[in-house]
């Protein structure tokens, strides 16, 4: 085809063997459309392809991705608002009769496995490094490993007993991303060698928690697409997990400084034992 279609928010430039889109990062853009920027859909990643009647004189071209075909869309489960899916694309109703042509054209690219699962991720993801700060510690992902620094106002005690967590790629077998638009926003690694775990996510070590302004969408949404891409794609045999200390050079005295402060409320309060609070101590007072 090789032909352009500008919409609103986004713009389809339709090639050979994929669509191409590109996002607008105005200021009325969504923002998981700004930090997108762009996507490559492979042909053999859509399912199918439907035009229908938008709001306010639009009309929508919407490619629906095969399930198992895209990390992001795989991790987002459904929850993301009709505003933010990207593969809409809202055109002005005008271009109604352009957007058909294009529809059908879509159509007769889909693969005699559209209406199947695909067996491996045919959608990029997003790029590693990656980080975001949620309500109760800074999540970080360098392409092989997840890191979560837990911040002294807000996480539990449960996860200021098991410190600050590293996770390699090969110790997971998934994420739960569960958007921080609704109740119980979080996000949780699956590890491998987990038996259950904590029923609550701000008391799992291997979960961090969202809030108004912690975790938004469009900075979690594809932080947990990047770990899954990861762990789906990754040929290194599974490892036992074992959380260690994120080590990072010499810290900030003033923070450790805080973090010791806390950790004695924690334990004046009964919620950290004499060892543990003597051990922890210990641990701090070494990234000095």
């Given at each position: 085809?090789?032909d352009?279609?500008?919409?609103?928010?986004?713009?389809?430039?339709?090639?050979?063997?994929?669509?191409?889109?590109?996002?607008e990062?105005g200021?009325?853009?969504p923002?998981?459309?700004?930090?997108?920027?762009?996507?490559?859909?492979?042909?053999e990643?859509?399912?199918s392809?439907?035009?229908?009647?938008?709001?306010?004189g639009?009309?929508?071209?919407?490619?629906?991705?095969?399930?198992?075909?895209?990390?992001?869309m795989?991790?987002a489960a459904?929850q993301?608002?009709?505003?933010?899916?990207?593969?809409?694309?809202?055109?002005?109703?005008?271009?109604?009769t352009?957007?058909?042509?294009?529809?059908d054209?879509?159509r007769?690219?889909?693969?005699?496995?559209?209406?199947?699962?695909?067996?491996?991720?045919?959608?990029?993801?997003?790029?590693?490094?990656?980080?975001?700060?949620?309500?109760?510690?800074?999540a970080?992902?360098?392409?092989?490993?997840?890191?979560?620094?837990?911040?002294?106002?807000?996480?539990s005690?449960e996860?200021?007993?098991?410190?600050?967590?590293?996770?390699?790629?090969?110790?997971?077998?998934?994420?739960?991303?569960?958007s921080?638009?609704?109740?119980?926003?979080?996000l949780?690694?699956?590890r491998?060698d987990?038996?259950?775990?904590?029923a609550?996510?701000d008391r799992?070590?291997?979960?961090?928690?969202?809030g108004?302004g912690?975790?938004?969408?469009?900075?979690?949404?594809?932080?947990?697409?990047?770990?899954?891409?990861?762990?789906?794609?990754g040929?290194?045999?599974?490892?036992?997990?074992?959380?260690?200390?994120?080590?990072?050079?010499?810290?900030?005295?003033?923070?450790i400084?805080e973090?010791?402060?806390?950790?004695?409320?924690?334990?004046?309060?009964?919620l950290?034992t004499?060892?543990?609070?003597?051990?922890?101590?210990?641990e701090?007072?070494?990234?000095?």
């Open positions: 085809m090789g352009v279609l500008a919409g609103i928010h986004a713009t389809w430039e339709f090639e050979s063997d994929s669509v191409l889109i590109r996002f990062r200021i009325r853009a923002k998981l459309y700004q930090a997108l920027r762009e996507r490559r859909i492979p042909h990643a859509l399912e392809v439907s035009l229908s009647q938008g709001k306010r639009t009309v929508v071209l919407h490619a629906v991705p095969r399930p198992g075909a895209d990390p992001l795989d991790a459904g993301l608002k009709e505003s933010c899916d990207p593969y809409r694309l809202v055109l002005p109703a005008e271009r109604e352009l957007a058909e042509y294009y529809a054209e879509l007769t690219c889909l693969t005699p496995y559209a209406s199947k699962p695909a067996d491996r991720h045919l959608v990029a993801a997003p790029e590693a490094p990656l980080n975001f700060k949620a309500y109760d510690g800074r970080g992902f360098d392409g092989r490993q997840v890191t979560f620094r837990w911040f002294w106002t807000g996480a005690s996860k200021w007993k098991a410190g600050d967590q590293t996770f390699p790629v090969a110790a997971l077998s998934g994420v739960d991303w569960r921080p638009e609704v109740f119980d926003g979080h949780r690694l699956l491998r987990a038996d259950g775990g904590p609550q996510a799992d070590p291997a979960a961090v928690i969202f108004l912690y975790g938004p969408v469009h900075e979690s949404l594809p932080f947990a697409a990047a770990v899954l891409a990861a762990v789906r794609g040929a290194s045999p599974a490892i036992p997990h074992q959380p260690v200390p994120v080590a990072a050079g010499r810290r900030d005295p003033a923070d400084a973090r010791i402060r806390h950790l004695g409320d924690l334990h004046q309060a009964g950290v004499d060892d543990e609070f003597s051990a922890k101590k210990a701090l007072l070494a990234e000095l």
